[in-house]
């Protein structure tokens, strides 16, 4: 999909305002779309004139946005965000997204189910680590 130099000011902007959103960096964006770093700063700065299907579906699926978004945004409009982040939500927009083998969908979601449980077990430490306030 070609992009205008307007189109790509708009896409940056709104990569950039879902990564803050979802309290990531730019590196945690590429790791999870499994691109290079180079890849999506070309993306971001314009310094590749188009974007593949297949890279496009991996930056949405990256910043949790439905598929389309990415055309949406450059076309004008608003990425549309993925509704809910349970487990289930994740499964059925993964195995709705074109392009990705069985094997693939697979490792995402074991990828997404271990971050959900590292954070489970900060939270655990965490509260683990509390004292009771004196109560006298």
Do not use: F
């Not at 940056?12 to 779309?33: F, I, Q």
């Not at 949405?60 to 509704?83: D, F, K, N």
């Amino acid at each position: 999909m070609p992009i205008t130099p307007q189109a790509r000011v708009r896409l940056d902007a709104a990569m950039d305002a879902r990564r803050v959103h979802l309290d990531l960096r730019w590196k945690d964006v590429a790791d999870r779309a499994r691109l290079s770093m180079e890849a999506v700063n070309a993306i971001r700065t314009g310094r590749t004139r188009s974007i593949r299907p297949r890279t496009a579906a991996a930056i949405e699926r990256a910043l949790q946005w439905q598929p389309g978004s990415i055309a949406a945004v450059t076309g004008g409009g608003e990425p549309v965000p993925v509704a809910g982040r349970d487990a289930g939500a994740a499964e059925e927009y993964l195995r709705r997204t074109p392009g990705l083998s069985a094997a693939e969908i697979e490792d995402l979601l074991a990828h997404v189910r271990g971050r959900r449980e590292d954070g489970r077990r900060e939270d655990t430490d965490r509260g683990a680590g509390r004292r009771a306030a004196p109560s006298g």
